[in-house]
Structures are given as C-alpha cells and as structure tokens.
C-alpha cells in the first residue's frame, strides 16, 4: 500500500537549516508528483510547492521560493524539503503529500533558541 | 492567489443528522483542460489530511457514499448524509485549478 514516511521531529536555532525527507513506498515513485504543505499550529494549511521526481522540475509558491528547495533521490524514493534562514514563523507541521491522495504523517519543526 | 472561503466554521451535528459545508473560490475552478480541479480533505485530531473527494464529486477509494460532492465554477458543497461519530475533525476545501494551490480555512465538525 501506498505509504510517505516523513523524517521525525525537528528542534532548530535562528537562522539555521533544516532538510526534511519523505521516503515513498508502495507505488513507482517517479509516476506521482510530491507536494508539500505547511501547517502552522491549530491553522490552515498552505501549499510549498511541488516536484516532480522523474524530471526534478519544481513549482514554488512565491511566498516559499526563498524559503524552501525541494529536491528528490530516485535511488531510494526519497523527497526532500530544505528550510533556510529559519524563525519563528517557520515554526509547524510539514507534511508531505502524494498529489494530494495521500499524505506523510507529518513532522514538528520548532525553530527556537 | 484563489481565495477560498469556508463556511460553516463549525458545526455540531447530532449521529444520524445530515451535514453540509460549503466552499466559494474567488474565481473559477475550471481548467483549461475542462476540468474543475476541487478536492476536500478531512483531518481528524491528531492525525494528518485525508483526501475523501476530488475532481469536485469523485468519491477516494474507501470513502463511503455517506459523502458527496458537488458543485460548478465557484460554488462547491460537501454534503455528509447522516454523521457518525468517525467523521468528526476539520473538513478542507482544496483547489488545484490554479497555482499556488490554495486550502479553505476549515470547517470543524464536532459531533452534538
């Protein structure tokens, strides 16, 4: 069965790094786009962007082009989402999902010092 | 950016009753392709989204015909036709017609 295994909990500082993945089982990973959504706590959810992982090609939301790169590993199925230049605002859960049917269990990101 | 617009924001429905939630976009949902990219999503507490419906009324696998979607344009509905007690959580609207995609703000179902 279809499943998106997203890396664990993250605790980062101010203006660190972090790179979440998203391991794809259960279905030929390059056929499916991956996106991934933000939620902050106890609010909606806002789309990141996409890639497609047979070609690489990215499709950012504006408000996350300087904030998010999304990359993908064939060789092992894996998403990958990198947050940059973290604060406080960058603070929620990440989810990644397979267009949108089915989703990661998501990951706590806590940006904090 | 599509605006999506919600409403209810809740709503406390007893076992048995009919729920209907309700969802505007700011401007067209159909494609170029003639296709109305429309999904809803349910997140029960602590877990995370399920799609339950997509291209405006196709039920996910799984989905039972409880739930029905329908819809055209701007103008969607999600129509649960009697509640149980599993279908409690915050219901979503989600547009893929035009990018960034962009979710409604929810519609919390708790059961009364």
């Known amino acids: 069965q279809v499943n998106l295994l997203q890396s664990g909990a993250a605790l980062v500082k101010p203006g660190a790094s972090v790179k979440l993945s998203c391991k794809a089982s259960g279905y030929t990973f390059t056929d499916y786009y991956i996106h991934w959504v933000k939620q902050s706590h106890g609010k909606s959810l806002e789309w990141i962007g996409y890639i497609n992982p047979n070609s690489g090609y990215t499709n950012y939301n504006e408000k996350f082009k300087s904030k998010a790169t999304l990359t993908v590993d064939k060789s092992t199925n894996t998403a990958y989402m990198e947050l940059s230049r973290l604060t406080s605002e960058d603070s929620a859960t990440y989810y990644c999902?397979?267009?949108?049917?089915?989703w990661g269990q998501g990951v706590m990101v806590t940006v904090s010092s | 950016d599509v605006v999506m617009t919600q409403t209810p924001v809740s709503l406390s429905v007893a076992i048995g009753q009919p729920a209907s939630i309700s969802c505007k976009s700011s401007?067209?949902?159909?494609?170029?392709?003639?296709?109305?990219?429309l999904n809803w999503l349910l997140q029960r507490p602590g877990q995370s989204p399920k799609r339950l419906i997509y291209l405006v009324s196709k039920l996910d696998s799984g989905i039972p015909d409880r739930f029905s979607g329908s819809g055209s344009e701007t103008d969607f509905t999600l129509k649960i036709s009697r509640v149980e007690a599993d279908d409690l959580g915050v219901y979503y609207c989600l547009q893929g017609t035009h990018f960034p995609l962009t979710f409604g703000s929810g519609t919390k179902l708790e059961i009364k």
């Open positions: 999902t397979r267009s949108p049917d089915y």
């Open positions: 401007q067209s949902l159909v494609g170029t392709s003639g296709k109305t990219y």
